[in-house]
């Protein structure tokens, strides 16, 4: 009897990978302060990846170096299969277009002296697009402006308004990831609403990959699929969104978890982290969250935690295990108590 060979199943490529990725800046006496120590993640077409961390924790470096605007110490970051350098000053090659960067700040990531009209046909013609009013109009659409908004300035848009239109310029490139910075940090909740909810429908309608960065991770889990913790320049925890805040195996994690405000009615204020952001220039030994961490112990001042793979029914470092990592010596323990129960809070 012949037996049938199994197929091999062919897993698709991510569309923006990042291996290792160190980025090391001189400050003016020298000393180097490492902003981003081996970090990796992936992110796929048609995903949401949120990226946390307190500010100090080297996200936007990450960021940026996803991008070519900081040159790599150690690590690789390929886009479509090709590598992402430097920016320099020759143009960036053509295949990597369709990354794109969407800046924190929209008072200032516009020109304040050129109408909306002709900073969208900047970026088409950048991209090797005719700059037609159609298509200017095609994109102030996607992100819900009237076409209109191509005769007037940036002064003229409120915070929330301004921040469509640079998505609309991000656009024009037709991405097919977007780097997304810190994009609703400087609006208020109205505005962040709305920026998160027009992210997501991009990413239903066009199928583009976002990298969502963001301090608040209560943001993130409104629009990300996955997620990953940063801390000290290092992903401290990582996976699905969900699986992450329903049982979150790093203390940082939790911390983060905790300080998310929950529209409950019981008036509870969010929770707090003792402590600060150390020194990059300087991390701690062992563990870097050892200082601050509420269940340190002895081994942490010595020990650099693994990462180990998690999932619901196993805990371990086989790479078959899942998704859910953790760098933690206690991640192995039993899902702490503290920990929100996601299904609960949907529920009530």
Known sequence: MTVPVQAEITVPAPLLRLEDVEVTYRRPDGVAVRAVRGASLDVNAGEVVGLVGESGCGKSSLGRAAVGLERLTAGSVSFQGQPVTAL??????????PLQLLFQDPYSSLNPRRKVGHQLADGLRASGEAATRARIEELLDLVAMPSSAADHYPHEFSGGQRQRLAIGRALAARPLVLIADEPVSALDASAQATIVTLLGELRDETGIGILFI???LGVVRQIAQKV???????????????????????????ALIAAAPVADGAGRLPGGLAGEVPDPSAPPSGCSFHPRCPVAEAECTAVDPPPL?????????????????ARCLFALRPAPSTARDTDKEMSS
Do not use: C, F, Q
């Open 88 to 97: 320099g000053r020759h143009p960036r090659p053509a295949a990597l277009r």
């Open 214 to 216: 963001s301090h608040d």
């Open 228 to 254: 990953a913790v940063m801390y000290l320049g290092k992903i401290v925890e990582s996976g699905a969104i969900d699986a992450v805040w329903r049982r979150p195996r790093h203390p940082y994690t939790e």
């Open 309 to 325: 793979r998690i999932d619901d029914d196993h805990v371990g470092n086989d790479r078959a295990a899942g998704d859910h990592v």
